[in-house]
């Protein structure tokens, strides 16, 4: 990278933590105040800085504008799918993606598995929103008012006999799911189909996706399939690097204040 792009582009972060001055600038660069008035001058014309009345220099609206236009064109089943790929490779099971949209829980990518067995999942069909482990993971990240209104308004089908039984045990489970960064789905739908699934954040820290490694009881055991945790996790934590365009910030277990 040419020395001139390199110092402009570090005065955007630095004019991140607040406005500066020309002397601020040139300091933090180590350059002559004419170079950095130079760099000010050319960031100005195309947007990205602006100068305030008091002589300080901000960040520009065009470069928030060119942020939101970036995370709006984004498609996190592009950036996802070549890592999908790859893990059902890896594992040879049936690896989805997900999304949380207008109340429920679509798959928007699959893999199949490399066996004759196969689920009968379906892009762009709602999961079992009260079992499915890549549910669990998008709703447990909502604020607590949402997730608790939520699962009020949740039907609770008993599909086998682990499945999730009422709201409260919902809610206690996605407690666990928030603490712990993962889920499972362990014969909650389906008696011989456990599932393991880890989240995709975005830049701000929050799920934008959950991505999973399904299997039957037939291939795999419920335990065998759970030692795949961590390559599952390994991925999603590509597939999220990939998609915010650096490592995101990961969101605490603690709630938000009411």
């Known amino acids: 990278m040419s020395q001139t792009v390199d110092r402009a582009l570090s005065i955007l972060p630095l004019l991140a933590r607040g406005p500066a001055d020309l002397g601020q600038v040139a300091a933090a660069l180590g350059v002559h105040k004419s170079t950095a008035l130079r760099l000010l001058r050319t960031l100005h014309e195309h947007g990205l800085v602006y100068r305030q009345e008091d002589q300080r220099y ?8 060119l942020a939101q236009e970036a995370v709006e064109n984004l498609d996190v089943r592009e950036v996802a799918h070549p890592h999908l790929v790859r893990l059902g490779e890896q594992t040879g099971h049936t690896v989805h ?14 893999v199949d598995s490399r066996y ?3 689920m009968y999942s379906r892009i762009g069909k709602p999961v079992a929103i009260t079992v499915a482990a890549v549910a669990k993971l998008l709703l447990a990240d909502l604020p607590e008012p ?3 209104a939520v699962a009020g308004r949740l039907d609770y089908p008993l599909y086998t006999s682990r499945s999730t039984p009422h709201a409260a045990a919902f809610l206690k489970e996605l407690a666990t799911v928030r603490e712990q960064g993962w889920a499972a789905d362990l014969g909650g739908h389906e008696e011989s189909i456990n599932c393991v699934a880890a989240p995709v954040r975005g830049a701000d820290g929050r799920v934008a996706a959950a991505m999973s490694v399904s299997a039957p009881n037939v291939v795999v055991t419920a335990e065998e399939l759970l030692t795949l945790l961590p390559l599952v996790r390994r991925t999603a934590d590509a597939v999220s690097r990939d998609y915010s365009g650096s490592a995101p910030r990961k969101t605490t277990g603690k709630e938000e204040a009411p």
């Open 146 to 148: 949402e997730r608790r």
């Open 97 to 110: 993606l997900a999304v949380h949209e207008d109340g429920e829980v679509l798959y928007i990518d699959k």
């Open 116 to 118: 004759p067995v196969r």
């Open 58 to 65: 901000r960040l520009g609206a065009r470069l928030f504008a």
